[in-house]
């Protein structure tokens, strides 16, 4: 079964600095990997993924993850965070037509 | 908006009790997902329909069960609450299995 570990559950970062929020992933078979953002109060929505093709994989807001297969990790960066940055990231991964499941958050915060 | 629909957006109930959370999904998606989100736990995936059939089964007590309707609305109930049950409670959906999850704004229980 497919299981996601994200290390950090709290993250602070300057604003304008760079940041990289940690994702790895356990599988047996080939995977579809998610980040999903969930700002104060609200649901969660998704940031950016990865199906197949470019392992690079990039957002609307400048943040870009990379899928590598022989780490199985599935890391987000953005080379500088700004205050409206603040929120708590999910990683998530699908064992392909299967249950997503998300790792444990984690929360963002900018410091100014 | 995600174009997710749960009621209701707050519940405060007795040990004990039961209780039903709706979802209507976003108009064309045939999967809808059960998260339940707490500050120990993180987001932990309970329980997925697709088309009215139960596709995928996570941490589910034998307290809850849910079901897919035709008009693809779902509903979550809850019962014999326990202090712990107390979370948010998030319904997803998605075009086809294991694609992008929209969420809604999610139903907070708070069993006393």
């Known amino acids: 079964a497919q299981s996601v570990t994200q290390l950090d559950s709290q993250v602070p970062v300057f604003e304008e600095a760079p940041v990289e929020l940690r994702c790895n992933y356990s599988?047996?078979?080939?995977?579809?990997l998610f980040w999903y953002v969930q700002y104060p109060n609200q649901g969660l929505q998704l940031l950016l993924k990865?199906?197949?093709?470019?392992?690079l994989v990039e957002s609307i807001n400048g943040f870009e993850a990379e899928f590598n297969k022989s780490q199985t990790s599935f890391h987000l960066r953005k080379p500088s965070v700004h205050i409206s940055d603040t929120a708590e990231y999910f990683c998530?991964?699908?064992?392909?037509?299967?249950?997503?499941?998300f790792g444990k958050g984690t929360r963002l915060h900018i410091l100014p | 908006d995600s174009g997710v629909t749960q009621t209701p957006k707050h519940l405060i109930t007795a040990t004990g009790q039961r209780v039903t959370l709706r979802c209507s999904p976003r108009?064309?998606?045939?999967?809808v997902y059960w998260y339940q989100q707490s500050l120990d736990q993180g987001l932990q995936f309970l329980i997925q329909?697709?088309?009215?059939?139960?596709?995928a089964k996570g941490n589910i007590l034998e307290r809850f069960s849910a079901q897919q309707f035709p008009d693809l609305h779902s509903e979550l109930n809850l019962s014999s609450l326990e202090l712990g049950d107390s979370a948010l409670y998030f319904c997803?959906?998605?075009?086809?299995?294991?694609?992008?999850?929209?969420f809604g704004e999610g139903s907070r229980l708070t069993v006393l």
């Open positions: 997803a959906s998605s075009v086809w299995s294991a694609g992008e999850l929209f």
């Open positions: 599988s047996s078979v080939s995977v579809y």
């Open positions: 990865y199906l197949s093709g470019s392992t």
């Open positions: 998530a991964v699908s064992e392909r037509d299967d249950k997503i499941i």
């Open positions: 108009s064309g998606d045939l999967s």
């Open positions: 329909y697709y088309n009215g059939e139960e596709r």
